[in-house]
Nanobody, 124 residues
Framework: QVQLVESGGGLVQAGGSLRLSCEASGRTFSDRAMAWFRQAPGKEREFVAQVTWSGGITYYADSVRGRFTISSDNAKNTVYLQMNNLRPEDTAVYYC?????????????????WGQGTQVTVSS
């Protein structure tokens, strides 16, 4: 089993920044992929970014590329999402997810483990 705990959400003005964290515990094999998804009210959950644990390869949704950065700290079993130049349309609950093996995956059904989510609200 894997437990994922997110933190770092909050309220920020448009143009501001936030950093989300997701700490993993339990099964922590190195060949996993970690990702962030988000779900806005009335919308389906969507892919935001992914990082492979072993190689640090990253993938981003077009809507966040150039503004968001996903990274990992293997020693802390933690993945981060640095969000800069936030927009009101970034408002959503952000979820951390994990899967094995570390192949690219942008669909939520491909992920096996999920955190509880953290709210990000961007005011205009």
């Amino acid at each position: 089993q894997v437990q994922l705990v997110e933190s770092g959400g909050g309220l920020v003005q448009a143009g501001g920044s936030l950093r989300l964290s997701c700490e993993a515990s339990g099964r922590t094999f190195s060949d996993r992929a970690m990702a962030w998804f988000r779900q806005a009210p009335g919308k389906e959950r969507e892919f935001v970014a992914q990082v492979t644990w072993s190689g640090g390869i990253t993938y981003y949704a077009d809507s966040v590329r150039g503004r968001f950065t996903i990274s990992s700290d293997n020693a802390k079993n933690t993945v981060y999402l640095q969000m800069n130049n936030l927009r009101p349309e970034d408002t959503a609950v952000y979820y951390c997810a994990a899967k094995w093996p570390d192949h690219i995956a942008m669909m939520d059904h491909e992920y096996d483990y999920w955190g509880q989510g953290t709210q990000v609200t961007v005011s205009s």
